[in-house]
Nanobody, 124 residues
Framework: QLQLVESGGGLVQPGGSLRLSCAASGFTLDYYAIGWFRQAPGKEREGVSCISSSGGSTNYADSVKGRFTISRDNAKNTVYLQMNSLKPEDTAVYYC?????????????????WGQGTQVTVSS
């Protein structure tokens, strides 16, 4: 079964950090660009970050630039999203997704595989 599984979400205070992981099973991520998206209650899903298949190209939404870092370890078939200086407005369900196009790609239907999401809550 081909799937992506996110982990690492949780409750954190403003200014804190979390590292999300996106692990693939049933297929290799080597040829896929990976995007991280998030969806807050009552809002549309939005792109947060994207990393090319080689890891040589990364892109970020303006709202997270300088605070979030995307990376990948193809040997572990895993992509990470390091989130620092978290703000309450970062609260959302975070999803990773895989696509064979290049980054940045923020169009949801261009992604072939999606994870189930992990909740990130930033609150004091």
């Amino acid at each position: 079964q081909l799937q992506l599984v996110e982990s690492g979400g949780g409750l954190v205070q403003p200014g804190g950090s979390l590292r999300l992981s996106c692990a693939a099973s049933g297929f290799t991520l080597d040829y896929y660009a990976i995007g991280w998206f998030r969806q807050a209650p009552g809002k549309e899903r939005e792109g947060v970050s994207c990393i090319s298949s080689s890891g040589g190209s990364t892109n970020y939404a303006d709202s997270v630039k300088g605070r979030f870092t995307i990376s990948r370890d193809n040997a572990k078939n895993t992509v990470y999203l390091q989130m620092n200086s978290l703000k309450p407005e970062d609260t959302a369900v975070y999803y990773c997704a895989a696509q064979l196009l290049s980054c940045p790609t923020w169009v949801i239907y261009e992604y072939d595989y999606w994870g189930q999401g992990t909740q990130v809550t930033v609150s004091s």
